[in-house]
């Protein structure tokens, strides 16, 4: 699941926990999400799905990982919310992208406890817990204060059905030509179609946004990714 793309980009610290954190996710996301589906639960947009996989890393793929340090990296980013910090492997390709870019703070929120335990030791070992603060509950309140400003980025990559939610909240600090990135907004689950309004909001120009989609793969899986630009 490691990719040569991004080998050269990072230092050798970085570079180590990323290839460990995706051989782990090899080795076991799948025991995981066979066991969450035993009990039901077969994707991300689905109720309760993210309790049950609270042991596994589901990272980003090597692949989109790379496009947001590209993304960060080529919009000068210096501030960055991040939406579901998991195991932190998209909190270190962003956080690397700051550090390249001569520092900057990213706010990161996880629901579960553990996971953020998890993503400040990877970030401690990589080097790049300086750069990073990691809140812990529900985002609709760690993200409603003290959020940089102004937001040059937002990663969306938790529960799908709050990713309107969250985009709205964090919109007013939004800044022109700032992006919004998120992960597998098509699975709508039992959201009451909210990653589906997600979408029809950013695809409607009256919004102020121009966006693309794009899909990579993974551990024999296609995983769809949404980039939009506040214009």
């Known amino acids: 699941m490691t990719d040569h793309l991004f080998r050269s980009q990072f230092t050798p610290p ?14 076991q996301d799948p025991v995981h999400r066979a066991e969450a589906q035993s009990a039901g639960l077969n994707h991300d947009g689905e109720h309760g799905f993210y309790q049950a996989m609270s042991g596994a890393r589901m990272p980003v793929t090597p692949e989109f990982g790379t496009l947001l340090y590209v993304l960060a990296r080529s919009s000068n980013a210096r501030h960055i919310v991040e939406f579901g910090t998991s195991f932190g492997v998209s909190t270190i390709f962003l956080a690397a992208a700051l550090r390249d870019n001569g520092g900057g703070r990213l706010v990161t929120t996880e629901f579960v406890a553990q996971k953020a ?69 098509d699975l709508d689950g039992s959201d009451g179609g909210r990653a589906s309004a ?13 966006m693309a989609s794009i899909t990579t793969e993974a551990l024999r899986q296609s995983f769809a990714h949404d980039i939009a630009v506040r214009v």
């Open 14 to 27: 970085v570079q180590r926990v990323l290839d460990r954190l995706y051989s782990e996710t090899i080795e």
């Open 198 to 210: 997600y979408l029809a909001y950013l695809s409607n120009p009256a919004n102020g946004y121009r």
């Open 117 to 185: 335990a998890s993503a400040a030791a990877n970030l401690r070992e990589a080097g790049l817990e300086d750069l990073v603060e990691i809140r812990v509950g529900d985002a609709m309140t760690t993200l409603a204060q003290d959020v940089p400003q102004p937001i040059d980025l937002i990663l969306l990559d938790a529960s799908k059905g709050l990713y309107l939610d969250i985009l709205l909240l964090l919109e007013p600090r939004l800044r022109r030509g700032g992006i919004v990135v998120s992960d597998r907004a």
